[in-house]
T-cell receptor, first 114, second 113 residues
Framework: EDQVTQSPEALRLQEGESSSLNCSYT??????LFWYRQDPGKGPEFLFT???AGEEKEKERLKATLTKKESFLHITAPKPEDSATYLC???????????????FGKGTKLSVKP | EPEVTQTPSHQVTQMGQEVILRCVPI?????FYWYRQILGQKVEFLVS????????KSEIFDDQFSVERPDGSNFTLKIRSTKLEDSAMYFC???????????FGPGTRLTVL
């Protein structure tokens, strides 16, 4: 069964304290792995797409990496405004289905204290 | 900045009633999606829609659910006879290129009593 697991469930950091969030997956053929940010009461906001092992993407203080079994979202010198829930999702399978059929993890709730 | 909008923000209904959740995707987007998130649970895919037809649907999207694009701007999700377990946040999303759902709406919280 295709599955996505994120850890930790919650992470509290001090401003400037770098850390990483983990997303491990077991899927029947990875078509893509996606990171989203979700603020309370809002819809997910797209951050990154990764397609193959070894790929890396960066945006401001965030950097996403991908291996054959997991992805990491590295947060460098976080600020309070980085506080949010970070969702990982994968598109699985070797079929021609729509890219909307994503399997989400439960997310990591990040809190950054000033 | 263009955005996906959803109405209402909160819908309360009695079990067995029909509800219609409305979404206005970004104007030049062609691919549309619905997801749901039960409180404390994962976001789950419901359906994707392109060229006025369903391109894919999940096991959750049974005969009680339907989608429609009644005009050039709205995209709706109808639940024919709501159940208690349909209580969730429902998100609409859209995409220009048919790939990843990049733009999500703020969601409609559906409460079934």
């Amino acid at each position: 069964e295709d599955q996505v697991t994120q850890s930790p469930e919650a992470l509290r950091l001090q401003e400037g304290e770098s850390s990483s969030l983990n997303c491990s997956y077991t899927v029947s053929g990875l078509r893509g792995l996606f990171w989203y940010r979700q603020d309370p009461g809002k819809g997910p906001e797209f951050l990154f797409t990764l397609y193959s092992a070894g790929e890396e993407k960066e945006k401001e203080r965030l950097k996403a990496t991908l291996t054959k079994k997991e992805s990491f979202l590295h947060i460098t010198a976080p600020k309070p405004e980085d506080s949010a829930t970070y969702l990982c999702a994968v598109q699985a399978g070797n079929y021609g289905g729509s890219q909307g059929n994503l399997i989400f993890g439960k997310g990591t709730k990040l809190s950054v204290k000033p | 900045e263009p955005e996906v909008t959803q109405t209402p923000s909160h819908q309360v209904t009695q079990m067995g009633q029909e509800v219609i959740l409305r979404c206005v995707p970004i104007s030049n987007h062609l691919y549309f999606y619905w997801y749901r998130q039960i409180l404390g649970q994962k976001v789950e895919f419901l359906v994707s829609f392109y060229n006025n037809e369903i391109s894919e649907k999940s096991e959750i999207f049974d005969d009680q659910f339907s989608v429609e694009r009644p005009d050039g701007s709205n995209f709706t999700l109808k639940i024919r006879s709501t159940k208690l377990e349909d209580s969730a946040m429902y998100f609409c999303a859209s995409s220009a290129s048919g790939g990843l759902p990049e733009f999500f709406g703020p969601g409609t919280r559906l409460t079934v009593l």
